[in-house]
């Protein structure tokens, strides 16, 4: 599937990933290929993003790695929008 993370400044991340997992406003949810439309508040947490990623070095600093193998993105609210195996994420 292929993800877009939107911040107000820049576009910070656009590419194929495995799956995506939210901060959900009532808690984390997960979102794999081919899933169902749906469109969604964002909570304060972490966008993880899962799968073999590239991030442009300037903006490096903004993502973080877990133990688990997922890319971090720290966000304080959004939205989310899946549809036609397309993600994105305008983040707060």
């Known amino acids: ?3 877009e993370i ?5 576009v910070l991340f656009s ?3 495995t799956s995506v997992a939210v901060p ?3 808690g984390e949810f997960q979102m794999l290929d081919n899933h ?8 304060k947490g972490s ?3 899962y799968g073999n990623i590239n991030i442009e070095e300037e903006i490096a600093d903004k993502f973080t790695k ?3 193998g997922a890319t971090l993105f720290s966000i304080n609210s959004g939205t989310i ?3 036609d195996n397309k993600v994105v994420v305008l983040a707060d």
Not at 6 to 10: D, G, K, M, S
């Open 15 to 17: 590419g194929e990933v």
């Open 66 to 68: 877990d133990d688990k």
């Open 81 to 83: 929008e899946m549809k």
């Open 47 to 49: 966008v993880k993003v």
């Open 6 to 10: 939107v911040t107000p400044e820049a």
């Open 24 to 26: 959900g406003v009532d």
């Open 36 to 43: 169902a439309p749906i469109i969604s508040l964002l909570g």
């Open 1 to 3: 599937m292929y993800l």
